[in-house]
């Protein structure tokens, strides 16, 4: 991937989460993407899409603020902390009010200048703790 390439895919990639529009992700990843997030089983780029949305129900003024950038060979990662605040079901819990903050680490594989391929470790946990009774708010 081109220094180029990276930039016009992080700015799309930032769009995606920010604006938001999911749609993006048809731009951005090839037919043939598969996501690892997780407790989740492995993705497509229709599942990414409803997995995303997933998020906007539970927080709906969900944002992404990438920290940094590296790039080797077919390799672009990205290191990210979303912000939320708790409206809506997460994870099985009643919206709390609460806001959170989740750091997250993604890896992309480049092939034929598309994303095939993403993993993505993110503090769901860190959520969970945020978000329950006696630590909210």
């Known amino acids: 991937m081109s220094t180029d390439e990276m930039r016009l895919f992080v700015r799309r990639y930032d769009d ?3 604006k938001p529009d999911i749609t993006i992700a048809d731009e951005i990843f090839a ?9 989740t089983p492995t993705l497509n780029r229709a599942t990414y899409k409803t997995f995303i949305d997933s998020f906007y129900g539970a927080f709906p003024d969900f944002v992404m603020q990438i920290c940094d950038t590296i790039s080797a060979q077919d390799r672009l990662v990205l290191r990210v902390t979303y ?3 708790h409206k809506g079901d997460f994870m099985g819990i009643p919206a709390t009010g609460c806001e959170v903050i989740m750091p997250a680490i993604s890896i992309f594989r480049v092939e034929n200048e598309a994303v095939v391929e993403n993993w993505t470790e993110m503090d769901i946990i860190g959520a969970l703790q945020q978000i329950s009774a006696k630590n909210c708010c």
């Not at 037919?31 to 407790?39: C, E, N, S």
């Open 16 to 18: 995606m989460f920010n």
């Open 31 to 39: 037919q043939t993407f598969r996501a690892h997030f997780p407790l």
């Open 83 to 85: 912000f939320g605040t």
